[in-house]
T-cell receptor, first 113, second 112 residues
Framework: GAGVSQTPSNKVTEKGKYVELRCDPI?????LYWYRQSLGQGPEFLIYFQGTGAADDSGLPNDRFFAVRPEGSVSTLKIQRTERGDSAVYLC???????????FGQGTRLTVV | AQSVTQLGSHVSVSEGALVLLRCNYSSSVPPYLFWYVQYPNQGLQLLLKYTTGATLVKGINGFEAEFKKSETSFHLTKPSAHMSDAAEYFC??????????FGAGTTVTVRA
């Protein structure tokens, strides 16, 4: 596609529920990143994929968070047993490889009530 | 580990006035430095970046930034603000890898 696409743009869920956030990177980009932006903060790194594998998941806050990229294109960020503190904008970005400019999507605003 | 501090969470300027957004970084090795802009309901867009070489970097929309190693700074400037510059601006640092560390952001409002 023309840019990085994230769906849904907004998601409201109840505390304790499971959610999935989807990212469609720019076609041909092998590197994909997830960041989380809490209110009043800058984005914080969560995880980096190179191809199908998670090259660095050091930013995932705990084991309720998991991400996959099974075919090296679309990625899904999965959050189990959501908590109100998970409320944030989740940003996805992709780049040609891990060393070039990253292009960001518009984000998914997650609200846990 | 690297980090970024943006001085001032909100900046208000008059149209036509100088825009100055301050960014100081901390890094144990020579960093790569970035400025991103985020317009309402849009994704982050790269304004400019410094990797190596010339310390004065020119970006899109008339913005520029200067890397000053002695001051560990990478301040963003634009000589004359336009109404369309109203947005949130983020400074970021990386150490030649994929992982960006962002500042908390500065919201710019432009007064007519």
């Amino acid at each position: 596609g023309a840019g990085v696409s994230q769906t849904p743009s907004n998601k409201v869920t109840e505390k304790g529920k499971y959610v999935e956030l989807r990212c469609d990177p720019i076609s041909g980009h092998t590197a994909l990143y997830w960041y989380r932006q809490s209110l009043g903060q800058g984005p914080e790194f969560l995880i980096y994929f190179q191809g199908t594998g998670a090259a660095d998941d050091s930013g995932l806050p705990n084991d309720r968070f998991f991400a996959v990229r099974p075919e090296g294109s679309v990625s899904t960020l999965k959050i189990q047993r959501t908590e109100r503190g998970d409320s944030a904008v989740y940003l996805c970005a992709s780049s040609t490889d891990g060393n070039t400019e990253a292009f960001f999507g518009q984000g998914t605003r997650l609200t846990v009530v | 580990a690297q980090s970024v501090t943006q001085l001032g969470s909100h900046v208000s300027v008059s149209e036509g006035a100088l825009v100055l957004l301050r960014c100081n970084y901390s890094s144990s090795v020579p960093p790569y430095l970035f400025w991103y802009v985020q317009y309402p309901n849009q994704g982050l867009q790269l304004l400019l970046k410094y990797t190596t070489g010339a310390t004065l970097v020119k970006g899109i929309n008339g913005f520029e930034a200067e890397f000053k190693k002695s001051e560990t700074s990478f301040h963003l400037t634009k000589p004359s603000a336009h109404m369309s510059d109203a947005a949130e601006y983020f400074c970021a640092v990386s150490i030649r890898d994929y992982k960006l560390s962002f500042g908390a952001g500065t919201t710019v409002t432009v007064r007519a």
